[in-house]
């Protein structure tokens, strides 16, 4: 990195406080004999994805789950549920190009530090900015938020399916099996690696989120009733606010996983436009839907907004492509989570036993969390409020600040006080969510048994909690 990038990362000029230099490789005899003529005639081919493919796989690990859910979230606060969500949607995109800058000045003045942290590279930016403890602590909230979010996409996939099987041949199979039948198609493909060994995989991934996000707007104009519903409530409760707050932070998060992009691309200092563009094209594909669904459906809009179209070949083949991508982006998000296992069990970075021995039953155990709570309405503002908004709102402003004082031995104003206000941002969305979505367990009366003690209730209860909003009077 050039002396002109280095100032620009820091935000000014100056002499750095700490540059730790690299030491340079011992060459063996056979390379010394080699000319450096021979070296330049034919150089190395860059490694690593690109810019395009890094957009591909943050829109892949956006998903379509925003599409199917987010209108109903919106339509839940009124309009000002738009207001809610963009300011949300900035705030994340922002302190995701700051993790991404942190990682950049761990590169540049701790180079050795971040070759050895390539795998983990949230835990490493904890453990520079907070010492080893804040580290483990780190590890184990995100290990947590990340197994806990593939139960929900688990859930909606495997009701998906479920519902388009009815619908095509009339088989009411049970979404307890067919969590059985994903589990067993999808846990190979976890087999593998980093999103640079799962080129196919973020391909499907991306454009499934423009596919979708077409097919519900059409489907959504060809089936809007004849007579415009009423207006949703123009001033949202503090249960809506609530519900939107965790439903936009957990549909939106990548931030456990950008690292992960950042060290695979080929120009990590290109991250940050990476990020923009994928957060302009999935505001552009998911606010767009969610427009259409406010404006011709008005408060009838449902938790899940393909709940409001009548059957036809569109909706059939809009849900299998919802159901299968919910699959990838679980295949994309659960990555960060392996690599940290793996690194704690001392697994090798490399295709193996050990590897499929891990995985495989890590995706077991959260087939048994599925099986056991099929109630995963709740589990999404839960894993939103409570588990993922430390790694949104939280934990990027105060690492960048921390990591960027001991490279530079200064602190701006400016960043004191954008990152005071994310994180009282945080911090209020997250007690709102958290507060809101156990006092919706407590009062659950009819909570769904495990799919292993009552496969019937357990798949009815899902049916009805799909079915929308249980609006305040």
């Given at each position: 990195?050039?002396?002109?990038e280095?100032?620009a990362?820091?935000?000014?000029g100056?002499?750095?406080?700490i540059?730790?230099?690299?030491?340079?490789?011992?060459r063996s005899?056979?390379e010394?004999?080699e000319s450096?003529?021979?070296?330049s005639?034919?150089?190395?081919?860059?490694k690593g994805?690109?810019?395009?493919?890094?957009?591909?796989?943050?829109l892949g690990?956006?998903?379509?789950m925003p599409v199917v859910?987010?209108p109903?979230a919106?339509?839940?606060?009124?309009w000002?549920?738009?207001?809610?969500a963009?300011?949300?949607?900035?705030?994340?995109?922002?302190?995701?190009?700051?993790?991404?800058?942190?990682?950049l000045?761990l590169?540049?003045f701790w180079?050795?530090e971040?070759?050895?942290?390539?795998?983990?590279?949230?835990?490493a930016?904890?453990?520079?900015a907070?010492g080893?403890?804040l580290?483990?602590?780190?590890?184990?909230?995100?290990?947590?938020a990340?197994?806990?979010?593939a139960?929900?996409?688990?859930?909606?996939?495997?009701?998906?399916?479920q519902s388009?099987?009815?619908?095509?041949?009339g088989?009411?199979f049970?979404?307890?099996?067919?969590?059985?039948?994903?589990?067993?198609?999808?846990?190979p493909l976890l087999?593998y690696?980093?999103p640079?060994?799962?080129g196919?995989?973020t391909w499907?991934g991306?454009?499934?989120?423009v596919v979708?996000?077409?097919?519900?707007?059409?489907?959504?104009?060809l089936d809007?009733?004849?007579?415009?519903p009423?207006?949703?409530d123009s001033?949202?409760?503090?249960t809506?606010?609530?519900?939107?707050?965790?439903a936009?932070a957990?549909q939106?998060?990548?931030?456990?996983?950008?690292?992960?992009?950042?060290?695979d691309m080929?120009?990590k200092?290109r991250l940050p436009?990476a990020v923009?563009v994928a957060?302009?094209?999935a505001?552009?594909?998911?606010?767009?839907?969610?427009v259409?669904a406010?404006t011709?459906y008005?408060?009838t809009?449902?938790?899940?907004?393909l709940?409001?179209?009548?059957g036809?070949?569109?909706?059939?083949a809009?849900?299998?492509i919802?159901?299968l991508q919910m699959?990838?982006?679980?295949?994309?998000?659960i990555?960060?989570?392996?690599?940290?296992l793996?690194n704690?069990?001392?697994?090798?970075d490399?295709f193996?036993w050990?590897?499929?021995?891990?995985?495989?039953?890590?995706?077991?155990a959260?087939l048994?969390?599925?099986?056991?709570?099929?109630?995963?309405?709740?589990?999404?503002?839960?894993?939103?409020?409570?588990?993922?908004?430390p790694?949104i709102?939280?934990f990027?402003?105060i690492f960048?600040?921390?990591?960027k004082?001991?490279?530079s031995?200064r602190?701006?104003?400016k960043?004191l006080v954008l990152?005071s206000n994310v994180v009282?941002?945080?911090?209020v969305g997250?007690?709102?969510?958290?507060?809101?979505?156990?006092?919706?367990?407590?009062?659950?009366?009819?909570?769904?048994p495990?799919?292993?003690?009552?496969l019937?209730?357990?798949?009815s209860?899902?049916?009805q909690?799909?079915a929308g909003f249980?609006?305040e009077?």
């Open positions: 990195m050039s002396a002109q280095t100032t990362l820091l935000g000014y100056g002499t750095p406080r540059l730790e230099t690299p030491p340079t490789p011992r005899f056979f010394a004999q450096s003529h021979h070296s005639k034919f150089p190395e081919p860059p994805i690109s810019v395009f493919t890094a957009i591909c796989y943050v690990v956006f998903g379509v859910a987010l109903g919106i339509v839940y606060c009124g000002p549920g738009f207001l809610i963009g300011l949300l949607l900035l705030t994340e995109a922002y302190t995701a190009t700051l993790l991404g800058r942190s990682w000045l590169e540049v180079p050795r971040a070759a050895a942290q390539r795998r983990y590279p949230y835990p930016l904890a453990e520079k907070g080893p403890f580290r483990k602590v780190v590890s184990c909230i995100l290990d947590i990340i197994f806990g979010a139960v929900p996409f688990m859930l909606l996939a495997a009701e998906t399916l388009l099987v009815a619908r095509l041949a088989l009411d049970s979404f307890c099996y067919w969590l059985l039948i994903t589990t067993f198609f999808l846990t087999w690696g980093t640079k060994d799962l196919l995989v499907l991306a454009g499934s989120v979708v996000s077409l097919l519900t707007i059409i489907s959504l104009a809007a009733p004849a007579t415009a009423s207006a949703p001033t949202p409760s503090w809506a606010i609530a519900y939107c707050f965790g936009v957990f939106f998060d990548i931030h456990p996983m950008i690292l992960t992009v950042q060290s080929r120009e200092s436009v923009i957060f302009i094209m505001a552009t594909a998911f606010g767009s839907v969610s259409v406010f011709l008005g408060d809009v449902k938790t899940n907004i709940n409001n179209l009548s036809g070949p569109l909706l059939y809009n849900m299998a919802v159901a699959l990838l982006c679980l295949v994309l998000g990555n960060t989570l392996f690599q940290d793996e704690t069990l001392q697994i090798p490399s193996g050990r590897r499929i021995c891990l995985r495989t039953l890590v995706m077991l959260i048994f969390v599925c099986e056991s709570i099929p109630h995963f309405g709740v589990a999404i503002e839960l894993v939103g409020g409570f588990l993922v908004t790694f709102f939280i990027p402003p960048h600040i921390l990591i004082k001991k490279a031995g602190v701006d104003v960043d990152a009282t941002i945080g911090l997250s007690y709102a969510a958290t507060s809101e979505s156990f006092l919706q367990v407590f009062q659950l009366t009819d909570f769904a495990p799919c292993y003690i009552n019937t209730a357990a798949t209860s899902v049916r909690e799909s249980q609006k009077d």
